[in-house]
């Protein structure tokens, strides 16, 4: 009983990631509407009902925007610190709320879920390794730095969500006022693809079957440039890059997939997007 995962969308305008087996699973993150979060699950044949809580990795508006009416219509517990809650605005059903702390693992069915402090320039931001039957899969995104501790947890994932938000180049010569830039890139905003890919070229596992590369910037990197620059450094591990317009296929741990990508949309978005 191997874990499958998906991203239903990773980006600014909004994130959310499924991980889960033949009876468990669970949501890492809200960001996207309640609607598109039921679209996107049936369109890839995964059942809300296996779905047992939602985590919450830190209290952006991308992160949390549809928690409260998913949380609510499904009444889904949501896992979240203390902080991150207090900051986050949401007036969440109280008997709902469980909340997270760092480094203590959650038990739900046959799924184990770590949280554990990452460095990003929110209030107590998280990142998560999802595991069962000694399978597991990280979600690293919105990160600063590779501090110590997700290098250690990058080091046994089966799979992993890793971000790679922008390139440096595109970012620097890019339309982006100063202070943003600086933001970016100042060690506690993102990381750029030269960070992603030295984590994965120095601390991989070999049995990291595949890579989602997350949290693309619309503004400031390509889905075609990052594809390219990750497949030169891989053999084993199958690379994939999530959009922030759609799901990507349902993967799973160990098992590699021909044709696994679906055709990414282009619809112009609403809003200015900050990453």
């Known amino acids: 009983m191997g874990l499958s995962f998906a991203s239903l969308n990773s980006g600014s305008n909004g994130n959310c990631y499924y991980v889960g087996n033949d009876h ?17 699950l ?4 995964l059942n809300m009902a296996k779905v047992r809580a939602i985590f919450i990795s830190h209290e952006h508006s991308d ?23 207090r900051h986050s605005g949401l007036n969440l059903q109280s008997d709902l709320v469980q909340i997270m702390h760092t480094d203590l ?17 929110a209030i107590h931001p998280h990142s ?31 799979a ?12 620097d010569k890019g339309r982006y006022p100063y202070f ?11 990381l750029s693809n030269r960070e992603a890919l030295e984590l994965f070229c120095k601390h991989r596992s070999d049995n990291l079957s595949h890579l989602i590369l997350s949290h693309l910037s619309r503004d400031n990197n390509h889905p075609e440039l990052v594809q390219k620059l990750f497949d030169m450094h891989t053999t084993n591990t199958e690379i994939i890059v999530a959009s922030r317009y759609q799901e990507t296929a ?20 609403q809003q200015f997007s900050l990453f």
């Open 42 to 45: 049936t369109r890839l044949n």
């Open 105 to 121: 693992p959650v038990v739900l069915g046959s799924l184990t879920i770590k949280p554990f402090l990452k460095v990003h320039d």
């Open 180 to 190: 943003l830039k600086n933001r970016i890139r100042g060690g506690k905003g993102h």
């Open 63 to 85: 992160h949390i925007k549809g928690l409260l009416v998913l949380s609510k219509k499904y009444q889904l517990p949501v896992y979240i610190s203390s902080e991150t809650l």
């Open 128 to 158: 998560f390794i999802v595991s069962a039957d000694e399978q597991c899969v990280g979600i690293f995104t919105d990160l600063g730095i590779c501090c110590d501790e997700l290098i250690a947890h990058f080091k046994r994932c089966d």
């Open 24 to 40: 468990d699973a669970v949501l890492i993150d809200a960001g996207i509407s309640c609607r598109e979060t039921e679209k996107r």
């Open 250 to 269: 349902v993967y799973q741990v160990g098992r590699k997939t021909a044709a696994s990508f679906h055709s990414l949309q282009s619809p112009l978005e």
């Open 160 to 171: 992993a969500f890793l971000e790679a938000n922008y390139d440096e180049e595109m970012l």
